[in-house]
C-alpha cells in the first residue's frame, strides 16, 4: 500500500493521489464548517473504494449530526471499512474504534480512543474537532481543555491549520470557564482568518458568559458578512446574535431574525436539510425564550411542528428531545409528546445495563426529566416542573450542549418557580447559574425580572 500525505503530514493509506487529495480538502471543509466535505469525502472513496479513512470521517462527520436517522448509514460505512483494518494504521484504528462507540451509544468511551490516538498524534486537527464534539455533548468540558491544551505545544504558528487549531483551543477552554485564554485563542484565530465560524462562535460565548452585551452584538455584526460559505454553524452564530438582543431589549427583532437569518425556509441549507438538529435547537430555544418574556410568537412555533412530529423516535441526544418536547408541546402535539416520552424511555431502559453507554445516562440522569418538565411547563404544571428540574439541575451538563444553551432550562425552571408561588427558590437557582460561570446575573432578563421574588 503507498501512502500520501496529508497537508500536517499524517500518513493516508491509499494508493490514489487523487483519492488523498480529495480527503484532504474533506477534511478542511469539515473542520472550517463548510458544505461541500461529504462531496470531496465521496470523491476520495470514489478514486480509491478501499480508502478506510474516507469512509469512516464520513461516518464520523455523520455522527456530529446527533440523530438516529444517520445510524444506519453510519454502520454501513463501518462494515465497509472492517474488512480493511487489517492492513490499519492507528490512526484508521482509533477512527474506527471510535466510531463504532459512538454510534452505539458510548460517547465517552469514542472520545477516550480519540484521546490516546491524539496523544501520539496531536496535530491530528480533525480528531481535535471529534474529539472536541463528543466531549461536550457528554457534558466533560474540563476534559475538552486538558486534551487541546496538551497538544498546544506541538502546535507551532507555521503549521497548517494553526488558526483552526486555535479555534478549537478557544472553544474547550471557554466551556471550562476560562474566558480569557479563550477570547485570545478565538480572536487570534478570526485574525488569522476572518470567517473562521468557530473562533468567532467560541468568543461570542465569552460574551454570553461575562454579560458583555453590547460587546457580543457588535463582535456579531462586525463578522456576520463572513458566514455566507459556512454550513448550519452560520444560522447559530445568528441565534447567538439574537441572545445579545434579548438582552438588549430588541425581543422583536430577533423574532423577525428567526425566520431571516436563524430558520429561513427559503435557504438552500434549510431545504436540504429540514431537519438538522441544531438548527432545532436555535429556533425551539430562542421561541421559549422569547415567549417567557412575553414576546407575541404568533404562529412561529408552527416552523417545527410537522419536523418535530417526525422526531418522536430519535433518541440520538437528549438535549434535542428536550427541545422536540418543547416544539410538540406548544403545537399541541400532545401525542406525539407522549410518543417521545415513551420511546426516549424505552431506549434509556433497554440501554442502561450496557457497560459504558453514556447516552442512556444522561437520558436517565437528566434528559428524561427534562422532556416530563417541558411538557409540563406548557400544560401549566409549574409545581411539576419545579420537582422535575430541581432534582436534576445538577446533571444538566450530562445532556450536552453548551452553558449558554443548557441555560434555557434554568430559565423555565426560574419561570415555574415564580408561577408556582416558590420565590424562596429563585434565589438558590441564580446562585446555581452564577456558580455555571454566567456573570451580572440579576442584570439578565428574566433573571433580573425574578430577582426580587426571592
Known amino acids: 500500500m503507498q501512502t500520501h500525505l496529508d497537508c500536517r503530514g499524517h500518513s493516508l493509506n491509499t494508493d490514489s493521489p487523487d483519492a488523498a487529495k480529495a480527503f484532504d480538502a474533506g477534511m478542511r471543509?469539515?473542520?472550517?464548517?463548510?458544505?461541500?466535505a461529504m462531496?470531496?469525502?465521496?470523491?476520495?472513496?470514489?478514486?480509491?473504494?478501499?480508502?478506510?479513512?474516507?469512509?469512516?470521517?464520513?461516518?464520523?462527520?455523520?455522527?456530529?449530526?446527533?440523530?438516529?436517522?444517520?445510524?444506519?448509514?453510519?454502520k454501513a460505512l463501518l462494515a465497509e471499512a472492517d474488512p480493511l483494518m487489517?492492513?490499519?494504521?492507528?490512526?484508521?484504528?482509533?477512527?474506527?474504534?471510535?466510531?463504532?462507540?459512538?454510534?452505539?451509544?458510548?460517547?465517552?468511551?469514542?472520545?477516550?480512543?480519540?484521546?490516546?490516538?491524539?496523544?501520539?498524534?496531536?496535530?491530528?486537527?480533525?480528531?481535535?474537532?471529534?474529539?472536541?464534539?463528543?466531549l461536550f455533548w457528554n457534558g466533560r468540558s474540563g476534559w475538552m481543555r486538558d486534551i487541546v491544551e496538551r497538544a498546544t505545544p506541538a502546535w507551532p504558528e507555521d503549521m497548517a491549520d494553526y488558526g483552526c487549531f486555535q479555534s478549537v483551543r478557544s472553544f474547550s477552554n471557554e466551556e471550562a470557564c476560562e474566558f480569557d485564554l479563550a477570547e485570545r485563542c478565538g480572536r487570534l484565530a478570526v485574525e488569522i482568518d476572518d470567517t473562521d465560524a468557530w473562533g468567532t462562535h467560541a468568543v461570542a460565548h465569552v460574551h454570553v458568559m461575562k454579560g458583555r452585551v453590547d460587546d457580543g452584538t457588535a463582535w456579531l455584526e462586525g463578522l456576520c458578512g463572513n458566514w455566507g460559505a459556512v454550513n448550519q454553524i452560520g444560522h447559530h452564530l445568528w441565534w447567538h446574535l439574537c441572545l445579545m438582543l434579548l438582552e438588549q431589549g430588541a425581543g422583536e427583532r430577533a423574532l423577525d431574525l428567526v425566520t431571516a437569518q436563524v430558520r429561513n425556509p427559503d435557504s438552500p441549507l434549510v431545504q436540504a436539510m429540514p431537519g438538522a438538529t441544531i438548527d432545532l435547537q436555535n429556533v425551539a430555544s430562542l421561541?421559549?425564550?422569547?415567549?417567557?418574556?412575553?414576546?407575541?410568537?404568533?404562529?412561529?412555533?408552527?416552523?417545527?411542528?410537522?419536523?418535530?412530529?417526525?422526531?418522536?423516535?430519535?433518541?440520538?441526544?437528549?438535549?434535542?428531545?428536550?427541545h422536540d418536547m418543547m416544539v410538540l408541546a406548544a403545537t399541541g402535539q400532545f401525542q406525539a409528546a407522549e410518543q417521545l416520552l415513551n420511546n426516549?424511555?424505552?431506549?434509556?431502559?433497554?440501554?442502561?445495563?450496557?457497560?459504558?453507554g453514556s447516552l442512556a445516562t444522561a437520558y436517565n440522569a437528566a434528559g428524561i426529566a427534562l422532556c416530563e418538565a417541558m411538557l409540563a411547563h406548557r400544560r401549566g404544571e409549574h409545581d411539576r416542573v419545579v420537582a422535575l428540574i430541581s432534582p436534576v439541575r445538577?446533571?444538566?451538563?450530562?445532556?450536552?450542549?453548551?452553558?449558554?444553551?443548557?441555560?434555557?432550562?434554568?430559565?423555565?425552571?426560574?419561570?415555574?418557580?415564580?408561577?408556582?408561588?416558590?420565590?424562596?427558590?429563585i434565589p438558590l437557582y441564580l446562585d446555581d447559574v452564577r456558580r455555571l460561570g454566567f456573570g451580572i446575573v440579576e442584570q439578565r432578563t428574566l433573571y433580573r425580572d425574578m430577582a426580587g421574588h426571592g
Not at 115 to 124: G, I, N, Q, V, W
Not at 289 to 318: F, K, M, Q, S, Y
Request: aromatic share 8%.
Open 29 to 36: 471543509s469539515f473542520v472550517r464548517w463548510r458544505t461541500d
Open 39 to 74: 462531496a470531496h469525502l465521496d470523491e476520495a472513496i470514489a478514486a480509491d473504494p478501499e480508502f478506510a479513512l474516507a469512509k469512516l470521517v464520513k461516518g464520523w462527520i455523520m455522527q456530529t449530526g446527533r440523530t438516529t436517522a444517520f445510524w444506519p448509514a453510519i
Open 86 to 134: 487489517g492492513d490499519a494504521d492507528d490512526r484508521e484504528q482509533a477512527y474506527f474504534g471510535s466510531l463504532t462507540a459512538a454510534v452505539n451509544g458510548h460517547g465517552v468511551e469514542a472520545a477516550t480512543i480519540l484521546e490516546a490516538m491524539l496523544s501520539r498524534h496531536p496535530t491530528d486537527l480533525l480528531a481535535h474537532r471529534l474529539v472536541q464534539f463528543e
Open 287 to 322: 421561541l421559549m425564550r422569547l415567549e417567557l418574556r412575553g414576546i407575541d410568537l404568533g404562529d412561529h412555533w408552527h416552523i417545527l411542528a410537522e419536523v418535530c412530529a417526525g422526531r418522536t423516535d430519535d433518541h440520538a441526544n437528549p438535549f434535542s428531545s428536550a
Open 344 to 356: 426516549i424511555r424505552d431506549y434509556a431502559s433497554s440501554a442502561a445495563n450496557t457497560p459504558g
Open 394 to 425: 445538577h446533571d444538566l451538563a450530562l445532556i450536552g450542549g453548551s452553558r449558554a444553551q443548557r441555560d434555557i432550562f434554568y430559565q423555565v425552571l426560574v419561570d415555574s418557580a415564580h408561577r408556582a408561588g416558590r420565590g424562596d427558590l
